[in-house]
């Protein structure tokens, strides 16, 4: 009897083994959502992350996101004393990097113009030269700096908007995290910006499409101008005018604002997608790209060897056209 009993307990033991490392065999797990835009995030795992991913979320809202206004930003745009987290320090280097390199025509604190131009976070207001140029002095990423914990303005009217790089910047965050955990597989979009390593379920490279850029405010066309292989750790952001924007009396104004002008950037780039090391450098850059143009992105381009592009844009005869780095080739097919 005795040996009977051991042996029945043997067997449960080895059956609880065998089920406990059937539970931690690795499958692709999908999370998906909507907070200010829909997210879409797949990974090969052993478990479950998705309270960690909407941690994450959480962690980049309480620190950049100008709409809440208990976050760290907003509380910055209040001129109130408050010390930053690593989170807004490492994104607010990064965008000014960005800036010198754009000299100023990608500059985050072109929030107010933003505001002005009804894209931000407050209304439309009369708009007119002088309104244009009186805010424009007090805009411009060179007066404003980073001492220690604490942000410091040139002048207190100054705000900060990071909404060109949200997205980007939160792909990131999911994309780091899943490296913490040394997750080989996997897909962050959040916007439609996106992270991607590896292969997806079916042992494919993650396959990313570029939207034609056709005016569709509601988000609704599905056409596809180019597919994206991603054949490598890399971030990919799109930016264009085709779907936020407003016509007032017959003109089209669109969101990207060139901050040295205080007007909507009115270049020939319809969309541009850039492909970079990271997210938060692809969103930055392409926000770039629509504000200076064809002919001044190809030229950032050889002071940029680390990103790629994908542009859609209408040639000096009016038609619309594309062009692409060449080292955006490997990625337009399998």
């Known amino acids: ?67 809440d206004s208990l976050s760290i930003i907003s509380q910055i745009n209040r001129n109130e004393e408050v010390e930053v987290d690593s989170l807004f320090a490492f994104t607010f280097r990064k965008v000014m990097q960005v800036s010198e390199q754009t000299n100023g025509l990608f500059d985050v604190t072109c929030a107010p113009l933003i505001n002005l131009w009804g894209f931000g976070f407050s209304k439309r207001d009369s708009i007119t030269q002088q309104v244009i140029d009186s805010i424009r002095s007090f805009v411009g990423y060179q007066k404003i700096r980073l001492e220690g914990s604490r942000v410091v303005k040139d002048d207190p009217r100054m705000l900060l908007n990071f909404s060109a790089v949200g997205d980007g910047g939160i792909c990131d965050l999911v994309a780091r995290l899943f490296d913490r955990h040394n997750i080989q597989n996997y897909m962050v979009e959040v916007g439609g910006e996106v992270v991607a390593k590896g292969v997806n379920a079916k042992g494919q490279h993650w396959r990313i499409g570029i939207s034609k850029p056709v005016d569709d405010p509601a988000g609704m066309s599905q056409e596809l101008e180019q597919i994206l292989h991603l054949k490598q750790r890399v971030g990919v952001a799109t930016s264009g005018d085709y779907r936020n924007f407003y016509v007032k009396d017959g003109k089209k104004y669109a969101h990207t604002i060139n901050p040295t002008t205080g ?72």
């Open 263 to 334: 007007y909507p950037a009115d270049q020939d780039i319809l969309s541009a997608t850039i492909i970079a090391p990271d997210c938060l450098t692809a969103d930055a850059y392409a926000t770039a790209f629509m504000v200076m143009g064809s002919a001044a992105a190809r030229q950032l381009k050889e002071q940029v060897p680390e990103i790629e592009y994908f542009i859609i844009f209408t040639d000096e005869h009016g038609n619309y056209a594309t062009e692409h780095s060449p080292g955006m080739e490997p990625y337009l097919s399998e």
């Open 1 to 67: 009897m005795k040996h009977s009993f051991r042996s029945i307990t043997w067997l449960v033991m080895l059956s609880i083994l065998l089920l406990s490392g059937c539970q931690h065999e690795k499958q692709y797990f999908e999370v998906s959502g909507m907070t200010h835009t829909p997210y879409h995030v797949k990974y090969e795992y052993s478990q479950s992350l998705e309270k960690e991913i909407k941690a994450e979320f959480a962690n980049y809202y309480h620190s950049l996101n100008p709409f």
